[in-house]
């Protein structure tokens, strides 16, 4: 096994609501909640995973979704090399604005950014295929247009979730053991804990639960 | 010690990037600011006077008479300035304000005497509504204190009615129920309705934080010094809000030191109205403020209850209603939530205005540049006040916002623990938004040596998160010294903080913010234009670099409008969008013929019916979008498509035909529109054609005569033709061809129309065909523009009026007229489009110059064209000289071919309009205008009137196919 662990910055965007802040407590603590504090500018997250024999240490940058916060994106998505574009696939507006977040990334962001398209909350559909208001299709068409990765996930069940994860640090050149930059260890903190600004001064008993 | 600027205040200034953005705030500003007085408070007169306080305890203490002289010399004398605004008197002293600031709402004074006063021109004694008396003393001359007196007199009887509400504002205040139980001895007095910890307990352990003795402290100060609308500040009311307000009279101190207490006195009864007037009206910051409802301080047990949710719920909407340009913004729930524990829902939201308006404007905007721009100035101040460490976050290249940002938005709510986070609010409203800075870099500082082993930003953002949740420890757990280690390391903190970085004034956050504004305002800016060029709809015609234009000129014309603050209607009503028609479009231009009434009606008429065709949601305003789909129609390049809108547009009742009036009025349209050509300001390619042709024919002219000298006859490379300079064109003559043009356009274009009509009697019209100008062509122009116009007007008059001949044109017929007119068939099919000019950016809008002078400086420049020309002429001539020897009939044809060439070079539709073209030759009735179309333009209306009956004729024969 590589001992070498290699960083991949990865922001996520996406309208509010969508479920950003879920996909990455999900992918980080496997866990879930309905009601969540929202996120004031940004939350920053780490969690590691193995691809390949290789250890990928992600990076998460996650963003608050209102449509005011948007100016505060790219202090975010700059110098990240992976993207989460999120979009509720219950809600044709989020697809719409995922549109301008794949324009905005590829007009401004680093040219080999791995980007990948995520339909979440395919968890409704389970008992009504009516939500459904985004193809399956159209996300497809669209991710292979703009030359993404495309996912349809549930932060609910955690379909797809980790998978949509390793397939981006699959398409990002690991490091090698001679790469190894003695501060990535992450000594100071546990990986897999949430590191929420946003709830810092709360954290104690709450009951916390994001929409967006 | 002025008070940062609000960004409202400065907003208009701030506005025009290129502008200064020194805000120049007047001394009002400055007042109102400093004192956090609402708006209309202007100073009215000042004046230097001596103050002594007298309160009732005083006064009891000295018997029963109000005033004893004894008591004034005992009383504390303040030598200060007074101030009279609309609704205050306002006192501080002149040597140290802080030792003395009075803010007296004039709706407190019960009666106000004159005192005998050897020593001082003029004495007041101000007697208020809790008997507590003030003596103003006047320094200065006597008639400016009789001028203060009589000014003073004015408002107080003004003030009046305002009085009526101060018993029950009184029952709002915590301080009066203070004064009133424990001196009035009014036991049973029930505390006025506070914040949710009345009820829901407040945060924090009220033992420890020795409650009852500051309360104690409180009700002392306020009995001596006054309390909310008659309160006088002094160095004791900023010690005691430093220890920390107790709980209970939270609410209303932040009230105090906002000045929120101001407004809401002053508006009773309106945060009620919003709430009433608004119910259950949609709107988008409602649905975002539902959704936040639950996830704003949830671990606080009053909102768990649908009871805390609602005030939440009740002030945020009113104030989205009450500010739309703000409408809500996420952690204002979380900044909400805190006030409400301590306030009332109407205390909270107007406190919650003065934090928007003064504390942290546009830290909630719809662009939240006060939040960036701060973060800058937070960034600058960490660079300057410790080096270090902003050396190792810019090397490790840590994104020093991500946790500083939730500081400033949420003001420490979501950061800290909340009994912390309030008392960081006490200070926050006693001095300003410095002491965000001050603690953010208190913050920092004490975290260092952490701050300076982490390397990316998780854990950077673990050592804060850290640091937070241990600030009630010891900050020094392993010192000898017992005291030492009994400092908490909040108390840490607050001195680092408050002492420390007490040298972060206003003035620094003030320069630095104008330092970074620029920058940060150019980055919104763009990043909304990016934003908002995406939500464009699609265009056929108008390329990116165009919609980049139009955005531009759009948002010029929208004054109200700030970008980069996101504030104001971005709608445009009708006269914004004249205004921004005439800075694109030529025919919209202001022009000599706007000061006649009727052109004037013409105008306004066609751009309202423009102005209505692209209101596409009927909302008598347009949007962005509705102008770049409307803006796109008019562009086109395709012929039959600008003629099918231009129908279109005055085919009201869409049944695909024109009625008499709609006809009369589309005339007048295209009379408008045209009327730039008319009146010579433009030129457009017909006349253009002709000036270059004139000057190619004069300069061949020469050049062969040149040759025939000297019997050389040798090609001519276009290297060769010098292009004369100084050359004066007969700019009069090519303006009244043009014109005569036009005229002529427009009364054929009204005759055949009644002409071609349905249900026309065509005898009665043929008499009014009259094209005798072939008569007169050649006496002079003046008498012949006098003449056309005279027929115009009498075709128009006559035909036009009759209503006994109902007649109705549909839109084959209507492109048949406009296409057997070269001028306006070349109007539509390029003069009109060319006018518009959306590839222009705002800058080089101005003086766009298609007028004679310009044109032909525009013709030498371009050269190469009348160089082309010249060549072809003398070619021709050398040929036709070298070939009429042998035979002479080629000659004509060679001229047909060297005018076609040029009908050529005028005509760059693309291939798809040729086609169209071709289409529309196969139409019969075009048939009239192909006879003139491969003439030579000018020459063109020789030719026409050389076949004024033949022209005729055929129009009808065909009209009748």
Known sequence: MNSAVTSIKLVLLGEAAVGKSSIVLRFVSNDFSENKEPTIGAAFLTQRVNINDNTVKFEIWDTAGQERFASLAPMYYRNAQAALIVYDVTKPQSFIKARHWIKELHEQANKDMIIALVGNKVDVLENNEDERKVAREEGEKLAEEEGLLFFETSAKTGLNVTETFVAIGEKIPLKTAGDQETDSNGVAISDEQRIDLANSGNAAGQTAGCSC | MSFFASLREKAPFLDRISETFTPVLTRDEKFKLEYKLPKGENILDDINADLSFLHPSTRSRNGKSPVSPKAQQMAVVFSGKVYLTPHFILFKDIFDQSSCVLILNISTIKRVERSPSASYSCALLVTLYSGTQILFQFIGLKYRSEQFCELLKAKLRENIPNAKTLPKFLDTCYSEFLIRKNILGLKDTQPPRAGLGQQFKYPGNPVLAREKAKLRLWFEYFRENGRHLSLMKNPTFHKLIRVGVPNRLRGEIWELCSGSIYLRYANPGEYEKLLIDNKGKPSQAVDEIEKDLKRSLPEYSAYQTENGIQRLRNVLTAYSWKNPDVG???????????????????????????????????????????TLLDQKVFEAFVDEKLPVLWEYIVKHDIQLSIISLPWFLSLFFTSMPLEYAVRIMDIFFMNGPKSLFQVALAVLKINSDDILQADDDGMFIAIIKNYFQTLDQSAHPDSPDMKYRQITKFQELLVTAFKEFNVITEQMIYQERSRHEKTIFQNIETFVKRTQLRHMPRTFHLTDDNLSNIYDIYYNSIESHKISMGTGSSNMNFDIFVQFLSKICDWCKPCERDSDPAF???????????????????????????????????????????????????????????????????????????????????????????????????????????????????????EQIELPTGVTVDEEKYRAEQAERYLKAASNFLQRSFEYAQSLDIAEEVDLIDLSDSDDGETNQEDKLQKKKKKYESIKANAALDPTHPKVIDLATFRMIILADETYELFFAKTFRLSIHVDESVQSDNNKNNALRGMFDGILADGRRVAEQVRRRVDSVATRNSMSSVDSQTGGSLQATVNTDKYDDMDDFTSDQQLEHEELLNNPWVDVDDAVDGKEPVRQERAIQALPPQLADHDLIEFEA
């Open chain 2, 328 to 370: 809500y913004c996420q952690a204002m729930n979380i900044v909400v939530a805190g006030l409400l524990i301590f306030m009332s829902e109407e205390q909270a939201f107007w406190c919650l205005n003065n934090l928007c308006d003064i504390y942290i404007p546009g830290y909630y905007s719809k662009t939240m540049y006060g």
């Open chain 2, 600 to 718: 004037r009606k013409q105008k306004s008429g066609f751009l309202r019916r423009l102005f209505d065709d692209w209101d596409t949601a009927s909302i008598g305003e347009l949007t962005l979008n509705d102008v770049v789909s409307g803006l796109d129609k008019l562009v086109t390049p395709d012929l039959l498509e600008s003629i099918n809108y231009f129908f279109s547009l005055y085919d009201s009742d869409n049944d695909g035909e024109l009625h008499r009036e709609e006809v009369l009025q589309l005339s007048e349209g295209l009379l408008l529109l045209t009327e730039p050509w008319k009146s010579g300001r433009y030129v457009d390619l017909l006349t253009k054609k002709s000036i270059e042709d004139d000057i190619a024919e004069n300069i061949a002219k020469e050049k062969i005569i040149e040759e025939t000298n000297n019997g050389d006859s040798a090609d001519i490379s276009m």
